[in-house]
């Protein structure tokens, strides 16, 4: 008997039945853009976009093998009619050119067409089409009548748009341009790989005030291309949720960022990491129109680490890892004309995010930045011209400043 249980037990082995392991993909995001209500002289004319169709590119950071577009009518007081959309892989991300072959027609709910209620966001039903990470991708909006403005100004890409459907139009010839997006969230992709998203949230800096126009060479470009090049580490997303002029305690050019904290960080699906780089707007606001005196300067380095801390709180209790980067330099700006106190506020705030314990990682883009012979002012190299935005070389010195390890 003894010897015939030895025998039982590989037939018993090889007799079991094999499952094969089953995919359960997720959704990250790949790419986004906060949207809001665009003011002043980022205004488009009426009627600009009215019966018209509207193509935007923009870039994934990560691969997947499913996609999905997210619109949104979130700065609309009346509904958002959309009459078509599509979507295709971009053979140039300054161009309107799409490769036809990768084309599709979106669908909303099984329908072509979408009425998008006021202040909402709408996803696309999902479409088969693999994207591999840093790949460009077309996005087609048809408007019925003319949209109410909710838009990204800041692009820092060229879109572009010409009256009636040109949904399917290989290179939409004649068509023309700004460099804003309009009504277009973010892309979402799905994956059976396990993926991380670190969301950055920010101002200008962060936007790209200073990049190359469809050059894809902000910060955030920089270190998402680096992620990709590490086969360990190509499983991260970034997405840039930066707006030009934005403030941790009061409203600019959008609303300020813990209002917009929940929408644009904590609801991406897949966040896993949030860079911090807020707060060099609330420090030369606080002096550009009117001296301030030292305790008001005092309550204001008090009320900025305040939002932080809110911000590192609220995130955390998502599970979120909260990085914190430094202010970079700004003396010498002409528009906040920052003197010896700014400076010693910007000092004092940056120390609070380097102190051990307060974020839960650092990046020093003060020390990537900073001119050494004069620590308060940008290396010349690397200052876009006006002592406040980094040049494509500063961009690039700051995405290089990460350390990969933040993400682990």
């Known amino acids: 008997m003894r010897h015939l249980a030895t025998l039982l037990v590989p037939f018993a082995l090889l007799s079991a039945p094999v499952y094969a392991k089953t995919c359960q993909p997720k959704w990250v995001a790949g790419w986004a853009s906060s949207q809001f209500l665009p003011t002043g002289d980022q205004v488009l004319a009426p009627a600009t976009l009215a019966d018209k169709t509207l193509r935007q590119i923009v870039r994934s950071t990560i691969a997947g093998d499913r996609v999905r577009v997210r619109f949104s009518n979130l700065a609309s007081t009346k509904p958002l009619i959309i009459a078509g959309a599509s979507i295709a892989h971009a053979t140039n991300p300054a161009s309107a050119t799409i490769d036809p072959g990768t084309l599709i027609s979106l669908r909303f709910d099984g329908k072509p067409d979408v009425i998008i209620p006021a202040g909402a966001d709408y996803l696309s039903d999902p479409v088969a089409l693999p994207v591999q990470a840093l790949a460009s991708l077309a996005i087609s909006i048809r408007y019925q009548g003319d949209p109410a403005p909710t838009a990204h100004p800041g692009s820092r890409a060229t879109s572009w748009y010409l009256p009636g459907d040109h949904l399917t139009d290989t290179a939409m010839a004649g068509a023309a341009s700004f460099d804003h997006w309009f009504h277009l969230s973010a892309i979402e992709v799905e994956r059976c790989t396990p993926a991380k998203l670190v969301v950055a949230l920010g101002d200008s800096i962060t936007d790209g005030r200073g990049a190359t126009t469809n050059?894809?060479?902000?910060?955030?470009?920089?270190?998402?291309?680096?992620?990709?090049?590490?086969?360990?580490?190509?499983?991260?997303?970034?997405?840039?949720?930066?707006?030009?002029?934005?403030?941790?305690?009061?409203?600019?050019?959008?609303?300020?960022?813990?209002?917009?904290?929940?929408?644009?960080?904590?609801?991406?699906?897949?966040?896993?990491?949030?860079?911090?780089?807020?707060?060099?707007?609330?420090?030369?606001?606080?002096?550009?129109?009117?001296?301030?005196?030292?305790?008001?300067?005092?309550?204001?380095?008090?009320?900025?680490?305040?939002?932080?801390?809110?911000?590192?709180?609220?995130?955390?209790?998502?599970?979120?890892?909260?990085?914190?980067?430094?202010?970079?330099?700004?003396?010498?700006?002409?528009?906040?004309?920052?003197?010896?106190?700014?400076?010693?506020?910007?000092?004092?705030?940056?120390?609070?995010?380097?102190?051990?314990?307060?974020?839960?990682?650092?990046?020093?883009?003060?020390?990537?930045?900073?001119?050494?012979?004069?620590?308060?002012?940008?290396?010349?190299?690397?200052?876009?011209?006006?002592?406040?935005?980094?040049?494509?070389?500063?961009?690039?010195?700051?995405?290089?400043?990460?350390?990969?390890?933040?993400?682990?």
Not at 229 to 254: C, E, F, S
Not at 257 to 281: K, M, S, Y
Not at 317 to 330: D, M, N, S, W, Y
């Open 215 to 408: 050059g894809n060479d902000r910060w955030t470009d920089i270190l998402a291309g680096r992620l990709q090049a590490d086969a360990k580490r190509r499983n991260t997303a970034v997405i840039n949720q930066g707006i030009g002029g934005n403030r941790l305690l009061n409203d600019g050019l959008g609303p300020n960022a813990l209002a917009r904290l929940d929408r644009d960080v904590l609801a991406q699906p897949g966040v896993t990491h949030l860079i911090l780089l807020e707060g060099i707007n609330d420090l030369g606001t606080l002096t550009r129109d009117a001296p301030a005196s030292a305790a008001a300067h005092q309550a204001h380095v008090a009320r900025i680490i305040g939002a932080y801390r809110q911000i590192i709180a609220r995130a955390r209790g998502r599970g979120i890892k909260v990085i914190g980067a430094t202010i970079l330099p700004f003396t010498g700006n002409d528009y906040y004309h920052p003197d010896a106190q700014n400076e010693a506020d910007r000092q004092a705030v940056n120390a609070w995010i380097r102190a051990r314990g307060n974020f839960d990682g650092v990046i020093d883009f003060d020390a990537a930045t900073r001119d050494p012979a004069h620590p308060d002012r940008l290396l010349p190299a690397y200052d876009v011209g006006d002592a406040l935005h980094p040049s494509p070389q500063g961009y690039r010195a700051m995405g290089e400043a990460i350390p990969l390890s933040l993400f682990d």
